[in-house]
């Protein structure tokens, strides 16, 4: 039993699906959402600081 590497991928995941909507709802631009899943949960924390 590997939870420890489940729970990872679901946050991975999970952050990814989160920072494209937060990029897509503030830019509707396909590139910056694409930029923003690869940094995924640094630019939701960015997103969360700076509103």
């Given at each position: 039993?590997?939870?420890?590497?489940?729970?990872?991928?679901?946050?991975?995941?999970?952050?990814?699906?989160?920072?494209?909507?937060?990029?897509?709802?503030v830019?509707?631009?396909?590139?910056?959402?694409?930029?923003?899943?690869?940094?995924?949960?640094?630019?939701?924390?960015?997103?969360?600081?700076?509103?």
């Open positions: 039993m590997d939870n420890g590497k489940s729970v990872v991928k679901t946050g991975v995941g999970f952050g990814t699906v989160l920072a494209i909507t937060i990029s897509w709802s830019h509707q631009s396909i590139l910056w959402a694409i930029i923003h899943g690869l940094l995924s949960w640094i630019y939701v924390i960015y997103y969360v600081l700076t509103r």
